[in-house]
């Protein structure tokens, strides 16, 4: 006989033995020509209650039923199997109070599941908004950006972005300088100013060439020479292209740029 048919005929018999116990201490008296009919009804009720304890052993992280189950006939395993008749023979006991409890306990699981995965969702959502006032979306106008797998992966691609990249703090004007060694031509300024006027800190290639009108492959020229001289810095992403934000030296070099223009 195999684990799993000697686990289903200890829940059965524990069953119905419950089930006799509990009809033997009912309170109310039965009439002799009814006693079979309501013996029955006490069994099956037991083995009722006595199927459900392995969930009930389930709901209360109990690995008992798994262990009977990938044992071979051992002391140890019979010794757990004893241990799941004694669980079942007092639900079968205990039927009603046993079943409500643990109808209780598990729809209690239920909504707690439902609740924190809600509060997921909405911490992905929040993610993905803080994503967006960041970094700029890909290229791709035919991928779905609504669905929650794509929320999770961009907020778990800002936080990559975070990790990796120490020195990657927003420049805000009071903490730089123009430096006047610096000299940029016309397609560089323009794509100095693509990314610092975007309102994003992180830029595609395709979105600052769609902001200065030129190709792309123009623009990642310009970018490629900008990286080499330290005004901007590039990232990889896992699915997307690569993006650019400035340096502080590009955000001085900005400034000493504006303060060339004839007044």
């Known amino acids: 006989m195999t684990m799993l048919a000697s ?17 033997l201490l009912a309170e109310k008296p039965v009439p002799v020509g009814q006693r079979l009919r309501k013996w029955w009804q006490y069994a099956v009720i037991g ?3 006595s199927f459900t304890v392995p969930l009930f052993l389930n709901t209360i992280s109990s690995s008992l039923v798994k262990e009977v189950l990938s ?8 010794a757990n199997l004893l241990v799941i008749a004694g669980f079942c023979i007092l639900a079968s006991v205990s039927s009603r109070a046993f079943m409500q409890t643990l109808t209780s306990r598990v729809l209690k699981i239920a909504q707690n599941a439902n609740q924190t995965a809600k509060s997921a969702l909405e911490t992905a959502t929040h993610a993905q908004g803080e994503v967006d006032k960041v970094i700029e979306p890909d290229d791709r106008d ?6 929650t797998e794509d ?27 123009p430096d006047e060694n610096v000299v940029l031509s016309t397609a560089e300024a323009r794509t100095l100013h693509a990314i610092s006027g975007s309102g994003y800190i992180y830029r595609t290639v395709g979105g600052i060439a769609s902001t200065i009108g ?34 502080a030296g ?9 303060l060339r223009k004839p007044k």
Do not use: M
């Open 151 to 177: 929320i999770v992966a961009a907020a778990t691609a800002i936080t990559k972005f975070a990790a990796d990249d120490k020195s990657g703090e927003v420049i805000s004007d009071e903490q730089v300088e």
């Open 214 to 247: 030129v190709a792309k492959s123009s623009a990642q020229l310009v970018l490629s020479s900008l990286e080499e001289r330290g005004l901007v810095k590039s990232k990889s992403s896992d699915n997307g292209p690569r993006k650019y934000r400035l340096t």
């Open 71 to 78: 044992a071979d006939l051992t002391p140890s395993a019979a």
């Open 142 to 147: 035919d991928i779905p950006h609504t669905r």
């Open 47 to 49: 083995l009722g209650a």
């Open 7 to 23: 686990l289903l005929v200890t829940i059965a018999i524990a069953g119905v033995v419950g089930g006799s116990i509990n009809y």
């Open 250 to 258: 590009g955000q001085r070099a900005i400034w000493s740029h504006e």
